[in-house]
């Protein structure tokens, strides 16, 4: 005697996936991996950011230094808004580099802009200071002269910030030496 034989199940009922309790266990899972994730996330985010607005800073310095060493000309770098003059603007809205042969931190007709760079991204405040006094740089441009040397009274100490992380430094020497450094408080 043998069994009756029952049709095959139809194509709906053979057809793979996953279950509705599978698929919320693993949304689950998934949530929780993005709750622990995220916030570190955010905060390597915010160092990246961070540091490269203090290395571009540093490599422009670096660059009017040698530009004004090897070219034999002034070389100045100041804050900018606009990419093509010095404005009076703070220095995270932007600087650029440029060959200084007129008035001393502008840039008039016989000057070459050499470099610029943007604005930091938001929630970023780069500030300049005296070393020495702590007292407030007065100006928004750093001259380097044509054998290096900075035309200032004193070591200009640059912070890069932003809330919560630890800030970058980085001294212009009186000389010319440009040195960087990291903040042991946070902004």
């Not at 995220?38 to 540093?58: D, T, V, W």
């Not at 770098?77 to 932007?94: E, I, L």
């Not at 640059?158 to 030496?177: D, E, H, I, W």
Request: proline share 5%; hydrophobic share 40%.
């Amino acid at each position: 005697m043998s069994l009756p034989r029952h049709p095959p199940p139809p194509a709906a009922l053979r057809a793979g996936g996953f279950t509705l309790v599978e698929l919320v266990v693993v949304m689950v899972i998934a949530a929780i991996v993005l709750g622990v994730g995220a916030p570190s996330f955010g905060n390597m985010l915010a160092k990246y950011r961070i540091e490269a607005q203090h290395l571009g800073l540093m490599d422009n310095m670096t660059l009017a230094r040698e530009e004004a060493r090897n070219g034999g000309s002034p070389t100045t770098v100041c804050a900018s808004s606009n990419g093509s003059s010095c404005t009076a603007s703070a220095w995270n809205a932007g600087h650029i580099v440029f060959r200084d042969g007129g008035a001393k931190g502008s840039v008039d007709s016989g000057d070459t802009v050499l470099r610029y760079a943007q604005a930091a991204a938001a929630g970023i405040d780069v500030a300049a200071t005296l070393q020495a006094s702590g007292s407030a740089y007065g100006k928004t441009y750093v001259y380097f002269e044509a054998d290096g040397k900075v035309d200032s009274s004193g070591a200009i100490l640059f912070t890069t910030c932003k809330s919560g992380q630890a800030p970058l430094l980085m001294t212009v020497q009186r000389n010319g030496y440009i040195v960087a450094a990291k903040g042991s408080s946070p902004c």
